[in-house]
C-alpha cells in the first residue's frame, strides 16, 4: 500500500494551496480518508475525514476554510485549503482507514505560510 501526498509549498497569508494523496495497492473506495497535520514541536493533530459515503467532518481550527474531497476512480483524496493562516503552517499527512482496523499513511507534504 502506497500513500503519495503532494501539492505543499509557501503560500502568503490568506492564500490557497490543494493538497493530493494518490493512493495504491488497496480498494480506495472502502477505506475512510482523513488528512492530518504537525507542527514543529506540537503533536500531529486531525484536519479532515471524508467517507466512504462522501461524508465529511473537520476540526474546529479549520472549518470553513478547508474542503476535502475524493475521486474514487482516480483513487485520490484532496484538501483545498483555503484563507490559509500562518497557524496552518506544517506537515501535511493523508491516511486510510478501515473498520476492521486496517489503517495506512503516508509521508507528508510541508505547507508553510508565511505572515
Known amino acids: 500500500v502506497q500513500l503519495q501526498a503532494s501539492g505543499g509549498g509557501l503560500v502568503q497569508a490568506g492564500g490557497s494551496l490543494r493538497l493530493s494523496c494518490a493512493a495504491s495497492?488497496?480498494?480506495?473506495?472502502?477505506?475512510?480518508m482523513d488528512w492530518f497535520r504537525q507542527a514543529p514541536g506540537k503533536e500531529r493533530e486531525f484536519v479532515a475525514r471524508?467517507?466512504?459515503?462522501?461524508?465529511?467532518g473537520y476540526s474546529d481550527s479549520v472549518k470553513g476554510r478547508f474542503t476535502i474531497s475524493r475521486d474514487n476512480a482516480k483513487n485520490t483524496v484532496y484538501l483545498q485549503m483555503n484563507s490559509l493562516k500562518p497557524e496552518d503552517t506544517a506537515v501535511y499527512y493523508c491516511?486510510?482507514?478501515?473498520?476492521?482496523?486496517?489503517?495506512?499513511w503516508g509521508q507528508g507534504t510541508q505547507v508553510t505560510v508565511s505572515s
Open positions: 471524508i467517507l466512504r459515503t462522501m461524508v465529511t
Open positions: 495497492g488497496l480498494t480506495f473506495s472502502t477505506y475512510a
Open positions: 491516511a486510510a482507514f478501515q473498520t476492521t482496523g486496517d489503517n495506512y
